[in-house]
Nanobody
Framework: QARVEESGGGMVEAGGSLRLACTVD?????????MAWFAQAPGKEREGVSC????????YYDDSVKGRFSISRDNEKKTLYLQMNSLKPEDTAMYYC?????????????????WGQGTQVTVSS
């Protein structure tokens, strides 16, 4: 069964940048999956942030991050990225990656019961 491992989180000041990475293990062909980043802030439900189609040619961003975050993928390295710029305190959350059924305004995880450990992003004001 495929597993994901998120990394790259940290603590930054508002306006700073971070680059998250998600490596996939146990899946021979990551390139056939649409992938996404989700965020879960304290006391809130996990929500979709951004997704990217399996070939990398189509992306979607939640309005809250549009123009600040950039999603990309390297299928040969089996890695998904999220470049986070102009970070705001409201971006503070645990970030997770997952395969999704499709990439668009209502993307959802293929397996909602299986998540990686996530990577914590904390933005101070």
């Amino acid at each position: 069964q495929a597993r994901v491992e998120e990394s790259g989180g940290g603590m930054v000041e508002a306006g700073g940048s971070l680059r998250l990475a998600c490596t996939v293990d146990g899946e021979a062909n990551v390139g056939r999956y649409n992938m996404a980043w989700f965020a879960q802030a304290p006391g809130k439900e996990r929500e979709g942030v951004s997704c990217i189609a399996y070939w990398g040619g189509s992306t979607y961003y939640d309005d809250s991050v549009k123009g600040r975050f950039s999603i990309s993928r390297d299928n040969e390295k089996k890695t998904l990225y999220l470049q986070m710029n102009s970070l705001k305190p409201e971006d503070t959350a645990m970030y997770y990656c997952a395969a999704v059924s499709s990439c668009g305004p209502s993307f959802s995880p293929l397996n909602p019961n299986s998540w990686g450990q996530g990577t914590q992003v904390t933005v101070s004001s």
